[in-house]
Structure formats: C-alpha cells, structure tokens
C-alpha cells in the first residue's frame, strides 16, 4: 500500500510527499507460528466509539486470540488511561489509570494460568 501523506512542518519546497508502506501484522506471523500460545494483545485506536472498539476487540477474540487490552487515544492523558480487557467471555475489565490497567491485566492473567 502506497499512500502520500502532505507534509506538516518542512520549509517551503523542501519535501513534496512522503511514501509509506504498511508493515506485517507482528501478532498474526507469531499466531501462524505458534497456534496454541497464549497472547495478550493490544489494540490502539484514534477518533472511534467506544462501541466500535469493543466490536474490534471482540472481533480479535474470534480470530483466536485469548485476551484483547484495547484502548482510544481519546481516553489517555496524564490523569487518565481508560481500557477495555476483553476475553471469550466478553469485557472482563474497564481498568481507568496505567496502574489499574496493570494490575487488572495480571489478575486476568492469573485466573486463566490456574484453569
């Protein structure tokens, strides 16, 4: 995929465009690879509902994957680090700070290593 992208902060004239190229999906070749393993994935999105993200993460769960950490940009600042934790059984967790998230991540972690 080849996409021009108009620059944002060069000097007049400097730069006429960029050419970007997306990169394999990393969690998909390591899925191919190693089927059973369990992942943790991390999905980030910008500018989407919150029912969407759920949607994507729900999807991500049906694809084999067994835990899902997504969240929005929107929901990030110094304050604040709003997720959702997703897993077969569907939200399991809406951790709020970067504490909570790691705190709620582990504990989920545990739950599924003890089954």
């Not at 080849?2 to 990169?23: D, M, N, R, W, Y």
């Amino acid at each position: 995929m080849k996409e021009t992208i108009p620059p944002l902060c060069f000097s007049q004239g400097a730069l006429k465009s960029i050419q970007v190229k997306q990169t394999p999906k990393v969690i998909k070749a390591v899925r191919d690879v190693m089927p059973g393993m369990f992942m943790v994935t991390f999905k980030y999105e910008d500018n989407i509902t919150m029912e969407k993200l759920e949607s994507i993460a729900k999807k991500r769960i049906k694809e084999g994957y067994q835990m899902v950490v997504a969240n929005r940009r929107e929901d990030i600042s110094s304050e604040k680090h709003h997720s959702i934790i997703v897993d077969e059984t569907g939200i399991i967790a809406r951790p709020t700070t970067k504490t909570e998230n790691a705190q709620m991540i582990l504990g989920a972690l545990e739950k599924k290593v003890k089954h």
